[in-house]
């Protein structure tokens, strides 16, 4: 986050990465002020912020007039991480485009009639993902790798890069993003994302659930922790600009997890716990698509950078058991580190 | 074009390379019935079409509206060659995004409407730019060259190749590209593209005119020539669709042309001639633009499906005094060879 800034939004921000990213910068950031969460729903039961700095305002990021609500004058820095996710995006096209891309230009729009209104640039920290790529990206894919999305919901995230790159490039805003592995734990209930196996065939068994994948064992997904994400997202939104250079954008490093080696790790990690069982029965449309999608990433840019991706599958069981099924850990494991923001100034479109 | 299709229509079709598409395909397909040539304004005086089968149509692509008056229900072909030319979109964000992008938006929405109303599917093919590379693309760059552009124009470009693709794979349109090199010779008038200087520094002295150069003379610049890029659009119009893949864009191969190579290549074509003489005053903003363009372009795919590029400076230098200066010759060098559509169906999203 910039120097000076004190009043922060996230689109997205009753979802779970936008939950955990809002934890995260509510005690790390002491100077914070307001922390707007918008989304098109409230937060699930028993998920709680009482904190006076939190306003959550719940309305759709297509309608213009609620971006202006969400997103005042005052506003410095935007995590734009709200999204119809993958298959969402496939099965309604027009959702899709209404909001990941139009949604994403009126955001962009709003920020930049702040900077002309003020001439304070905010900061927009734009969530991307892998499903950027294209089946023939090869593999590992790479920061030199060319988008060449083969869903909805990648294209709409390739052209928010460029977007995120360009009004960046015209000083409207301090653009930055991250494009991202597929999350996983998510926590939670499954959502219609074609990587969402990616995370129940994790969690579900852990809380004694059978759960049906749909793709074959031997399937190969990218994934990240969201530990490892609300790192990210909280170290582009304070290091000094000028490292990232003309491409705003940051590719975060994606740990291979093939889908047995994941049941083996709760296996392993869920001893003395009633597991559920996981058997498969492959939709074709979701193997396709995931099939699209890299198996291994390397990340130079960003690692050169400091942000770090995950060490095993077992260490991502583990973070979830942690986070999500022992709460009373969960306080020591809370990362409480102050956030530095970078001390540069804010003049100037590279800065 | 699709073996059954018989009408066409060329946005942005009273430019240069609208016009010499539209006297291309006026001679070389016999079956079309109509040509409408869409664009913001009329043709430059002294060119006319004396052919009952072209329809002139002035309007505004960002108009709904005049789109669809001049995409009808019967359409089978659109070339989609309009846009605003990149310093014109560096100059006027606004109009650069409202017809590059919501224009092109609105085009596809258009023939997305025709498929589902007539069950027949368009074809759009859509002309795209190597300025949506970025200068970090590397040299040369190819096919698998990641698109960082590093202006609004090329976002735009780089846009609308996702967009086509994805229309493409949910079996909305037939849809095709190519991403062009910067064209010279482009006879007429100076326009705002920053790339002008490519053409201007051959164009003008052959027509006796002194010109100023905006870049260095060691600039190097990767250039087609206008009967390279026509016959490119032919080829892509009548190729089999299933040899192009998921990736329905193609990267027509560049001649890498360096500035001082140009001028001595008139020199040398222009004996006999009264040259006018080229001078040089470095726009700092053009020389960097064009420096984040790439030099040299290798085109694989392209090229192993018969597209062709350009052999020489010079080749390129006579094609352009025989085309534009000695019409005698130009009736024995314009190519009437029959156009033949690929004999395939047109059912399914990937014939």
Chains 1, 2 share one sequence.
């Not at 936008?18 to 699930?44: N, Q, Y």
């Not at 960046?168 to 734990?185: A, C, E, N, Q």
């Not at 973070?319 to 580190?337: G, K, S, W």
Request: net charge negative; proline share 7%; aromatic share 4%.
């Amino acid at each position: 986050m910039p120097a000076t800034s004190r009043r922060a939004v996230i689109t997205g921000g009753t979802g779970f990465l936008g939950r955990k990213l809002a934890e995260r910068l509510l005690v790390g950031w002491p100077d914070l002020e307001r922390l707007t969460l918008a989304d098109r729903a409230g937060p699930p039961d028993g998920w709680q912020l009482d904190d006076p700095r939190v306003e959550l305002v719940i309305g759709d990021l297509v309608d213009r007039g609620f971006v202006e609500t969400v997103v005042g004058d005052d506003v410095d820095l935007v995590f734009h991480l709200a999204s119809v996710v993958s298959a969402g995006a496939e099965q309604d096209f027009d959702l899709g485009y209404a909001v990941n891309l139009h949604g994403t230009i009126g955001l962009l729009e709003r920020c930049r009639a702040i900077t002309a209104a003020t001439g304070r640039r905010p900061m927009v920290v734009f969530a991307s993902s892998v499903a950027a790529y294209g089946s023939g990206a090869g593999d590992p894919v790479g920061d030199a790798t060319i988008l060449r999305p083969e869903s909805s919901y990648g294209v709409q995230k390739a052209t928010g890069e460029l977007l995120i790159n360009d009004y960046h490039r015209k000083g409207f805003i301090d653009g930055r993003g991250l494009r991202l592995p597929t999350v996983s734990v998510r926590p939670g209930q499954p959502n219609l994302a074609a990587s969402g196996f990616a995370s129940g065939i994790i969690r579900e068994p852990l809380d004694g659930v059978d759960c049906v994948c749909p793709v074959s064992p031997d399937t190969v997904i990218a994934v990240i922790s969201p530990r490892r994400v609300v790192d990210g997202f909280c170290r582009i939104a304070t290091i000094d600009g000028d490292r990232l250079g003309v491409d705003r954008i940051l590719l975060l490093p994606g740990l291979a997890m093939a889908v047995a080696e994941a049941i083996e790790a709760v296996e392993r990690a869920g001893r003395g716990r009633e597991l559920g069982r996981v058997t498969f029965d492959v939709d074709p449309d979701i193997q396709r698509l995931v099939d699209s999608w890299p198996p291994a990433i390397v990340s130079e840019r960003a690692t050169a950078l400091g942000f770090a991706g995950d060490d095993s599958v077992a260490a991502i069981v583990r973070q979830h058991i942690e986070d999500e099924l022992e709460p009373e850990l969960a306080v020591t494991t809370t990362d409480r580190t102050p956030l530095r923001p970078h001390a540069g100034g804010r003049s100037g479109p590279d800065r």
